[in-house]
T-cell receptor
Framework: KAGVTQTPRYLIKTRGQQVTLSCSPI?????VSWYQQTPGQGLQFLFE???????NKGNFPGRFSGRQFSNSRSEMNVSTLELGDSALYLC???????????????FGPGTRLTVL | GNSVTQMEGPVTLSEEAFLTINCTYT??????LFWYVQYPGEGLQLLLK?????DKGSNKGFEATYRKETTSFHLEKGSVQVSDSAVYFC?????????????FGTGTRLTIIP
């Protein structure tokens, strides 16, 4: 089956702008997580959505937000962009069906955001 | 809070050499442990996992054993190939369900020379 897809793959923005990134999970997966990857901070968890509800949130400012739609596709938005927001943003989906089963997270190729 | 400490890179080895990448963790409860691999220009791929103490995860010749007594999950491979060149991340999930947020180590860049 098709993997996790992220659009766009590359994005260039300027400081102060806002940006929306999109993630389409593997068909049937209901959980979507977002991570930020930078050379300085490494991989950091942003948030997780399950059935359109945010269930976990990392330690990022309120400029970072997300949502999930009824078809499990997810978007994340960053407002008032700063230079430090330049990063690879990774989305991962998993097919969590119950609280007692292990479900692997499958990662997309990421969206590389450059803020000038 | 949870944390993962991973061996600093970069690591350069000759083909067919033995590989060890050290990983230790700090967590409350009984985390699940993972090794992910990232090839250039790609996202992360799960390499192997272990969900309870003494479990051994293995895949593509790589192995790691969940050692609760030493809070470690070191990655090993007996004979590396050029195609193993990538960045390797150790990670933990604070839930045995494996679907909670992942906490990652800093990554170790591995280069294998022919």
């Amino acid at each position: 089956k098709a993997g996790v897809t992220q659009t766009p793959r590359y994005l260039i923005k300027t400081r102060g702008q806002q940006v929306t990134l999109s993630c389409s999970p593997i068909s049937g997966h209901r959980s979507v997580s977002w991570y930020q990857q930078t050379p300085g901070q490494g991989l950091q968890f942003l948030f997780e959505y399950f059935s359109e509800t945010q269930r976990n949130k990392g330690n990022f400012p309120g400029r970072f937000s997300g949502r999930q739609f009824s078809n499990s596709r997810s978007e994340m938005n960053v407002s008032t962009l700063e230079l430090g927001d330049s990063a690879l943003y990774l989305c991962a989906s998993s097919g969590r069906l119950s609280t007692s089963s292990y479900n692997e997270q499958f990662f997309g190729p990421g969206t590389r955001l450059t803020v000038l | 809070g949870n944390s993962v400490t991973q061996m600093e890179g970069p690591v350069t080895l000759s083909e067919e050499a033995f590989l060890t990448i050290n990983c230790t963790y700090t967590a409350t409860g009984y985390p699940s442990l993972f090794w992910y691999v990232q090839y250039p220009g790609e996202g992360l791929q799960l390499l192997l996992k272990a969900t309870k103490a003494d479990d051994k995860g293995s895949n593509k010749g790589f192995e790691a054993t969940y050692r609760k007594e030493t809070t470690s999950f070191h990655l090993e491979k007996g004979s590396v190939q050029v195609s193993d060149s990538a960045v390797y991340f150790c990670a933990l999930s604070a839930s045995n369900f494996g679907n909670e947020k992942l906490t990652f180590g800093t990554g170790t860049r591995l280069t294998i020379i022919p």
